[in-house]
């Protein structure tokens, strides 16, 4: 059964840097697609980043461009989201997500098969 964990979540001041983990397991072969989603409180799930294929494709929320960067590493199934400069406003949970099928838009909840359980990411100003 295929699993995706999230780790890396903490409490940090504006300006600082955190890196938030994926571990994908139990997959036949390593998902297509994978994001990085974040549901701020109160507010609806949203796409931060996606990457596609390790990195032949990547995109990002315009909120999120020049401070944020997507990688995966194939040799351990995992996806990163390097954060940089953080600010109040990115306060969320953070989710993972991944899909086998290519469907658009990139930034839909709708686009993707697999979740995991979230990471929380808390910055104070």
């Known amino acids: 059964q295929e699993h995706l964990v999230e780790s890396g979540g903490g409490s940090v001041q504006a300006g600082g840097s955190l890196r938030l983990s994926c571990a994908a397991s139990g997959f036949t072969k390593a998902p297509l697609y994978m994001a990085w989603f974040r549901q701020p409180p109160g507010k609806e799930r949203e796409g931060v980043a996606r990457?596609?294929?390790?990195?032949?494709?990547?995109y990002y929320a315009d909120s999120v461009k020049g401070r944020f960067t997507i990688s995966r590493d194939s040799t351990k199934n995992t996806l990163y989201l390097q954060m940089n400069s953080l600010k109040p406003e990115d306060t969320a949970i953070y989710f993972c997500?991944?899909?086998?099928?290519?469907?658009?838009?990139?930034?839909?909840?709708?686009?993707?098969?697999?979740w995991g359980q979230g990471t929380q990411v808390t910055v104070s100003s």
């Open positions: 990457d596609s294929s390790g990195g032949i494709s990547i």
């Open positions: 997500a991944a899909a086998n099928r290519f469907r658009l838009p990139w930034h839909s909840i709708s686009s993707y098969d697999y």
